[in-house]
């Protein structure tokens, strides 16, 4: 089972592919999580990604380009995987084109004003878990549920940087959308749904393939 996922940031692309991952026991593989460990090691290479990250813009294709190549190589992923943030722009899909076969890709469609609200009230934690200030508040203000660390705010996640990406994303992205339509490849879920029905929506088209 190999899913590609497009969507805007925000649209809830990690949540999804954290549950379709769990559930048909396949690797997700999400650029920006790579990305953000690369920048967490303090390479040359991750400062850079950094760079690029905190101001709201795609990092360059080839970088991109190389760090999937790669992963795609690993024997787990032999089976089937989930690609959350992947490919960003025309260039990327195209490469992509070349390194797999037999894929879907699921849009996850959300409008610019949800996507704002969702993202600026949204807190992570380093173990992984992600909150929302109204929609999924911890139990305790700041705080992690799961391990008790302090929740924090992604630098791409303010107000300024958002409107950033989304311009980015508009420009940049949503031209996949025509792209992978014309191929045949595309089904398109409503993101505005609740998280379950979106997975719903998710498991029907992940078993017809
Ligand atoms: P995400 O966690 O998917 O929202 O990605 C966070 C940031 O990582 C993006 O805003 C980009 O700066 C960078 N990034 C992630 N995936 C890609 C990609 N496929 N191409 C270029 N930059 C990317």
């Known amino acids: 089972m190999k899913i590609v996922l497009l969507g805007p940031?925000?649209?809830g692309k990690g949540t999804q592919a954290d549950l379709i991952s769990e559930k048909?026991?396949?690797?997700?593989?999400?650029?920006?999580?790579?990305?953000?460990?690369?920048?967490?090691?303090?390479?040359?290479?991750g400062k850079k990604a950094k760079e690029y990250m905190n101001r709201g813009l795609l990092v360059p294709d080839d970088?991109?380009?190389e760090l999937i190549k790669e992963k795609l190589k690993e024997k787990s992923m032999k089976k089937g995987f989930i690609l959350d943030g992947f490919p960003r722009t025309l260039a990327q899909a195209e490469a992509l084109q070349k390194l797999i076969k037999g894929f879907v890709v699921?849009?996850?469609d959300l409008s610019d004003e949800e996507i704002t609200k969702r993202l600026s009230g949204r807190r992570m934690c380093k173990c992984g878990s992600s909150y929302h200030i109204e929609s999924i508040?911890?139990?305790?203000?700041?705080?992690c549920d799961k391990c008790g660390c302090t929740l924090y705010q992604r630098d791409d996640d303010k107000e300024e940087v958002i409107r950033k990406r989304l311009d980015?994303?508009?420009?940049?992205?949503?031209?996949l959308v025509e792209f992978y339509r014309k191929r045949g490849l595309l089904r398109v879920v409503d993101g505005s749904k609740g998280k379950d029905k979106i997975f719903g929506e998710m498991r029907g088209?992940?078993?017809?393939?």
């Open 9 to 11: 940031p925000g649209a």
């Open 24 to 45: 048909y026991r396949i690797p997700k593989i999400s650029t920006g999580d790579l990305l953000r460990a690369t920048a967490n090691a303090g390479t040359p290479l």
């Open 63 to 65: 970088v991109l380009i």
């Open 106 to 108: 699921i849009q996850i």
């Open 137 to 143: 508040p911890p139990a305790k203000d700041g705080v």
């Open 168 to 175: 980015v994303y508009r420009k940049e992205t949503a031209p």
């Open 205 to 209: 088209i992940a078993e017809s393939i």
